[in-house]
C-alpha cells in the first residue's frame, strides 16, 4: 500500500525578480495572462527534492533520479505544498499553491549511479557574443557551454535561504544542493542566446555523485529539440553537468524559449 510522506511546505520566494528573464517580472508576466512573476521553475524543483533527500538522505545525492513537469505557476509569498507517496520504492511528488496542482514527479534511489563516459559530452565555450535568439541558436544537435559558476561560502548560505531548505544536511556536510545544477542547466540557455520572456517546463535529473558546497558548475549540454507546440517555441537539451571536472549529473531539460504571446509579437 502506498504510504504519504509528511507535507513539506514552503512560502515561496521569487529569487529573478530582477533577473533578465522578465517572466518573472510582475507586470510582464501579467501581460502572458499570469497573475503576477513566476517563481523559477528551477527553484520549484528544488522545494521538491526536499522529500527525496528526507527519504534517503545523502544516498540520493551520491545516485539519486528525479524528474518533474510545471503545470501552474507558484507565485511569490505564497504557500507551497510538496506531497510524496511512496510505491515500490520511487516517491510520487506534487506541489500545490492557491487550491491547484503546480507541478508532478518522481524520485527514487538506484541501487548505484549510472556509468557515463565524460567523453561523450562535449565541452565547449559558450558564444562569444550573445545574439537575440532565433533558430539557428539552439539548432537540433548543437554543443552548447556554459560561464562556470560557483556558490562558495555566503553565496551558498544565501541559496539555501532562498529556497527555504530547511535541510542541515547541506551546512553540516558542506554538501552543494541539487537545485543548483538545475540552475547551471538555465545557464545553457541564457549564456549562449539573448532571450525574451521564457518559461522552465520539465526537467529530468540523474545524480552521479555529491556536490561540494562551492564547487565550480559548468555543464556541457547538446541540443535534442527544438519544435514548435501549441505557438511556443520548445528547446529540449541533454547535458552532462560537471564539477571541478568530475561529472555530477546527467540532465535533460525542456524550456519553452519563446512562448506563443513573444511569437506573435
Not at 521553475?41 to 528525479?66: K, S
Not at 562569444?128 to 535568439?133: C, T, Y
Not at 535561504?161 to 545544477?181: C, N, Q, V
Amino acid at each position: 500500500m502506498p504510504s504519504r510522506l509528511e507535507t513539506y511546505s514552503v512560502s515561496a520566494y521569487n529569487t529573478s525578480k530582477q533577473s533578465e528573464n522578465k517572466i518573472h517580472d510582475d507586470a510582464v508576466a501579467r501581460r502572458f495572462g499570469f497573475s503576477g512573476g513566476l517563481v523559477p521553475g528551477v527553484d520549484v524543483f528544488a522545494y521538491m527534492i526536499h522529500l527525496p533527500v528526507a527519504t534517503w538522505g545523502r544516498a540520493f545525492l551520491e545516485r539519486g533520479l528525479i524528474e518533474a513537469r510545471f503545470v501552474k505557476p507558484v507565485y511569490d509569498g505564497e504557500i507551497a505544498d510538496v506531497t510524496a507517496e511512496a510505491t515500490n520504492g520511487a516517491l510520487s511528488i506534487e506541489v500545490r499553491s492557491r487550491g491547484q496542482l503546480c507541478a508532478t514527479g518522481r524520485a527514487s534511489l538506484p541501487a548505484s549511479a549510472a556509468s557515463l563516459s565524460i567523453a561523450d559530452f562535449r565541452e565547449t565555450a559558450p558564444v562569444a557574443e550573445r545574439k537575440p535568439v532565433n533558430a539557428a541558436s539552439y539548432e537540433i544537435g548543437k554543443w552548447l557551454g556554459t560561464v562556470p559558476r560557483a556558490w562558495a561560502g555566503d553565496a551558498a548560505k544565501e541559496y539555501l535561504t532562498d529556497i527555504r531548505e530547511s535541510d542541515a544536511i547541506y551546512a553540516r556536510e558542506r554538501l552543494g544542493h541539487p537545485g543548483l545544477i538545475q540552475r547551471v542547466m538555465n545557464k545553457v540557455l541564457v549564456d549562449n542566446a539573448i532571450l525574451g520572456p521564457w518559461i522552465h517546463v520539465g526537467s529530468r535529473m540523474q545524480l552521479l555523485a555529491a556536490a561540494r558546497s562551492g564547487d565550480e558548475l559548468t555543464a556541457r549540454a547538446r541540443v535534442t529539440g527544438n519544435y514548435e507546440k501549441k505557438g511556443h517555441r520548445f528547446v529540449e537539451l541533454d547535458a552532462l553537468v560537471v564539477a571541478n571536472g568530475t561529472p555530477v549529473a546527467h540532465c535533460q531539460h525542456i524550456a519553452i524559449y519563446q512562448p506563443r504571446e513573444q511569437a506573435a509579437a
